[in-house]
């Protein structure tokens, strides 16, 4: 794929992409899947409403409780006169106690974890005339107010002003197939000059409060539907978005070509993503315009698990932002690339830590990742390092962070020789991988290859390398490999709502232990497996790194434990076989690489992987300070 010319550029940007998501409309809308509905599209204030509230689709642990009941279940509630403000301003005559039941707010069952109640929220709430009523908060309870959902809101709305929605489709922001049947329904507030139109093109029109029509999707790319009402003087709309799949061209992965960014020359990569059971890929960016157009379909291989796309023309040494637009809603940056670009996040690092920083390019939404043929290698002043043995190490566990003022790898560069004088001969930095946000122990990982550009550039890390193996202390880095933040790539690309889908071939849907952080890796899969070795073999090679201390090693099992401490420390065969996996495959790139884990299970586990090679943390708290009291103490065996 040639990058776009200017011509073509100028008509392409009459199909300019809008990647904001699903559009809101309201605090809630009239749809499947929503916690709270009512069964009015446009509640006003002194007209009844029936409101529907399915406990199911609530969130918090507290809402759990009240899965099953059949009564003893109550309405919890107010009223606020502003959109943004409380909206419990106004509360039922009665309402005090939270821990008591409030009969006029009992719910009547209607199976399946689904209740209801009907209202007019002006006497409801007590709201005087002539004040508005712009939103209601609600949550149901127990009656003893031990179990109860979230907060929630309802919309209402003034019965002077005209209003539009789309009650079919519900989502915003969606995928059909082309000759699909797309049911459309818009409701207006009042009778009104119906249109609806498609890119602008009229589908059809009407006069009433209802306009239905069936659309049968056809051609590709991002479509535009927007319902609108015109009564007097008044206008009012209503949009969604939806995306015809196309088909994507059938071929073979070139011989010893790796998933993510493959350089060819100085002009030339080939991109590879491993997304299996996604119907499509484009590549979009500052080759594409961010546009996902035709030529940036990226091809497909035969057993569907791959998308991929060789780019020809590139500047030798110019660096390209790009994404990876998935199945036309989701767009992520390379899950292997070494540069990303953060839109909130980049404008807080400094020239001085990273200077000539690109910058974030305006067309874009969300992380971007970065490529750049022709890249000056880093030269090496110790190519081969002689590390000490594992008996004599003295690490220094450091937080480029708060080690020094500027958080800069250069600064902990130049205060080597300071470490080295305290007799150290080993570095433990902890977690540099790019990870959310700029400020951060590093325990949240986004992006496995890319050092965090807070610290600085890819070179000024090498240099810290290198510059500690000149004066012979070793480096380990502190790796995250069981769990990632939301922004991984694999985390958004297969995602259910509030947690990893089902077929996420990463990650699982709940965290198998009661240390639940972010989202856990599932290391029985193969997909999980891959990964983790490239993560490996690429930071000893890539920056020649001398081994890795592994956080919450214990936690890289599929054994589920639940909440039982217990039991996620008991010995783990399962978990045994994953650790001896990885170890082999780290000593095949480097047969002398540290493998030190962050373990603390049952001693049994800890012998017989410490027998096989790994080293451990050892928990002396205890024992410190008991010798610091003036107890005896034996410290043999840490």
């Not at 509905?37 to 006003?44: A, D, E, G, H, R």
């Not at 109640?117 to 709201?127: A, D, E, M, Q």
């Not at 057993?303 to 991929?308: A, L, M, Q, S, V």
């Given at each position: 794929?040639?990058?776009?010319?200017?011509?073509?550029?100028?008509?392409l940007?009459?199909l300019?992409?809008?990647?904001?998501?699903?559009?809101l409309?309201?605090?809630?809308?009239y749809?499947?899947?929503?916690?709270v509905?009512?069964?009015?599209?446009?509640?006003?204030p002194?007209?009844?409403?029936?409101?529907i509230?399915?406990?199911?689709?609530?969130?918090?642990n507290?809402?759990?409780?009240?899965?099953?009941?059949?009564?003893d279940?109550?309405?919890?509630?107010?009223?606020?006169?502003?959109?943004?403000?409380?909206?419990?301003?106004?509360?039922?005559?009665?309402?005090?106690?939270?821990?008591?039941?409030?009969?006029?707010?009992?719910?009547?069952?209607?199976g399946?974890?689904?209740?209801s109640?009907?209202?007019?929220?002006?006497?409801?709430?007590?709201?005087p005339?002539?004040?508005?009523?712009?939103?209601?908060?609600?949550?149901?309870?127990?009656?003893?107010?031990?179990?109860?959902?979230?907060?929630?809101?309802?919309?209402?709305?003034?019965?002077?002003?005209?209003?539009?929605?789309?009650?079919?489709?519900?989502?915003?922001s969606?995928?059909?197939?082309?000759?699909?049947?797309?049911?459309?329904?818009?409701?207006?507030?009042?009778?009104?000059?119906?249109?609806?139109?498609?890119?602008?093109?009229?589908?059809?029109?009407?006069?009433?409060?209802?306009?239905?029509?069936?659309?049968?999707?056809?051609?590709?790319?991002?479509?535009?539907?927007?319902?609108?009402?015109?009564?007097?003087?008044?206008?009012?709309?209503?949009?969604?978005?939806?995306?015809?799949?196309?088909?994507?061209e059938?071929?073979?992965?070139p011989?010893?070509?790796?998933?993510?960014?493959n350089?060819?020359?100085?002009t030339?990569?080939?991109?590879?993503?491993?997304?299996?059971?996604?119907?499509?890929?484009?590549?979009?960016?500052?080759?594409?315009?961010?546009?996902?157009?035709?030529?940036?379909?990226m091809?497909?291989?035969?057993?569907?698990?791959?998308?991929?796309?060789?780019?020809?023309?590139?500047?030798?040494g110019?660096?390209?932002?790009?994404?990876?637009?998935?199945?036309g809603?989701?767009a992520?940056?390379?899950?292997?690339?070494?540069?990303?670009?953060?839109?909130?996040?980049?404008?807080?690092?400094?020239?001085?830590?990273?200077?000539?920083?690109?910058?974030?390019?305006?067309?874009?939404?969300?992380?971007?990742?970065?490529?750049?043929?022709?890249?000056?290698?880093?030269?090496?002043?110790v190519?081969?390092?002689?590390?000490?043995e594992?008996?004599?190490?003295v690490?220094?566990?450091?937080?480029?962070?708060?080690?020094?003022?500027?958080?800069?790898?250069?600064?902990?560069?130049?205060?080597?020789?300071?470490?080295?004088?305290?007799?150290?001969?080993?570095?433990?930095?902890?977690?540099?991988?790019?990870?959310?946000?700029?400020?951060?122990?590093?325990?949240?990982?986004?992006?496995?290859?890319a050092?965090?550009?807070?610290?600085?550039?890819?070179?000024?890390?090498?240099?810290?390398?290198?510059?500690?193996?000149?004066?012979?202390?070793?480096?380990?880095?502190?790796?995250?490999?069981?769990?990632?933040?939301?922004?991984?790539?694999?985390?958004?690309?297969?995602?259910?709502?509030?947690?990893?889908?089902?077929?996420?071939?990463?990650?699982?849907?709940?965290?198998?232990?009661?240390?639940?952080?972010?989202f856990?890796?599932?290391?029985?899969?193969?997909?999980?497996?891959?990964?983790?070795?490239?993560?490996?073999?690429?930071?000893?090679?890539?920056?020649?790194?001398?081994?890795?201390?592994?956080?919450?090693?214990?936690?890289?099992?599929?054994?589920?434990?639940?909440?039982?401490?217990?039991?996620?420390?008991?010995?783990?065969?399962?978990?045994?076989?994953?650790?001896?996996?990885?170890?082999?495959k780290?000593?095949?790139?480097?047969?002398?690489?540290?493998?030190?884990?962050?373990?603390f299970?049952?001693?049994?586990?800890?012998?017989?992987?410490?027998?096989?090679?790994m080293?451990?943390?050892?928990?002396?708290?205890?024992?410190?300070?008991?010798?610091?009291?003036?107890?005896?103490?034996?410290?043999?065996?840490?």
């Open positions: 794929m040639q990058p776009l010319s200017t011509n073509s550029r100028r008509f940007m009459r300019t992409l809008f990647l904001t998501g699903v559009l409309l309201g605090d809630v809308s749809t499947i899947g929503q916690v509905t009512t069964q009015s599209t446009f509640p006003y002194e007209n009844e409403i029936t409101v509230i399915d406990v199911k689709l609530a969130q918090g507290r809402a759990k409780a009240l899965l099953g009941k059949t009564n279940v109550y309405l919890w509630s107010g009223a606020g006169s502003t959109a943004g403000g409380n909206a419990f301003e106004f509360t039922p005559q009665g309402q005090t106690d939270f821990a008591k039941p409030f009969e006029p707010g009992k719910m009547t069952s209607l399946n974890d689904r209740w109640i009907k209202l007019t929220p002006r006497s409801y709430f007590g709201v005339a002539g004040t508005s009523i712009k939103r209601l908060g609600l949550l149901l309870k127990s009656s003893d107010g031990k179990s109860q959902t979230e907060d929630l809101f309802v919309t209402i709305y003034d019965n002077s002003q005209l209003r539009a929605r789309f009650v079919t489709p519900a989502e915003r969606f995928l059909v197939e082309a000759g699909q049947p797309l049911p459309i329904l818009g409701v207006a507030s009042q009778s009104s000059q119906l249109s609806l139109t498609l890119d602008g093109v009229n589908l059809q029109t009407a006069v009433g409060d209802s306009l239905r029509y069936i659309y049968n999707p056809t051609g590709e790319g991002r479509r535009t539907v927007i319902f609108k009402a015109t009564g007097g003087t008044q206008t009012a709309s209503d949009t969604f978005f939806f995306t015809v799949a196309p088909q994507p059938i071929a073979s992965l011989t010893g070509i790796k998933d993510g960014i350089y060819l020359g100085e030339s990569v080939i991109l590879s993503l491993f997304a299996p059971s996604k119907k499509f890929v484009y590549l979009i960016g500052e080759m594409t315009d961010w546009l996902p157009v035709p030529p940036s379909l091809k497909r291989t035969p057993d569907g698990n791959r998308y991929w796309m060789q780019i020809n023309g590139l500047k030798a110019q660096e390209y932002a790009f994404q990876y637009l998935v199945d809603t989701v992520v940056g390379d899950p292997y690339a070494d540069k990303i670009l953060d839109p909130n996040n980049d404008r807080f690092i400094t020239p001085a830590t990273y200077p000539g920083l690109k910058p974030y390019p305006s067309q874009a939404s969300g992380i971007v990742s970065v490529l750049q043929t022709a890249q000056q290698p880093y030269s090496w002043e190519p081969s390092f002689t590390r000490p594992e008996s004599e190490l690490l220094y566990e450091l937080l480029v962070r708060d080690f020094v003022g500027t958080r800069r790898y250069t600064t902990v560069a130049d205060s080597l020789l300071y470490l080295k004088r305290m007799g150290i001969n080993a570095l433990e930095l902890m977690p540099i991988m790019e990870f959310s946000g700029n400020d951060s122990w590093g325990y949240n990982p986004i992006y496995h290859f050092p965090d550009k807070a610290y600085g550039s890819k070179n000024a890390l090498k240099e810290l390398i290198d510059r500690s193996h000149t004066n012979g202390i070793a480096v380990i880095l502190d790796i995250v490999l069981n769990q990632a933040d939301y922004e991984f790539p694999y985390v958004k690309m297969y995602w259910d709502g509030s947690q990893p889908s089902a077929d996420n071939p990463y990650f699982n849907q709940q965290v198998t232990h009661p240390f639940s952080v972010f856990d890796f599932n290391h029985e899969q193969q997909a999980t497996k891959d990964y983790v070795d490239r993560v490996c073999e690429y930071w000893i090679k890539e920056y020649k790194v001398d081994g890795f201390r592994f956080d919450l090693s214990k936690g890289f099992t599929q054994k589920n434990s639940g909440s039982n401490v217990g039991t996620w420390s008991a010995y783990d065969e399962s978990r045994i076989k994953i650790w001896k996996r990885m170890y082999d780290i000593r095949s790139y480097d047969p002398s690489a540290y493998v030190i884990l962050e373990h299970a049952d001693n049994q586990e800890e012998r017989e992987l410490a027998n096989y090679g080293l451990f943390w050892g928990n002396a708290n205890f024992d410190y300070r008991k010798a610091a009291a003036g107890e005896n103490r034996s410290f043999n065996g840490l």
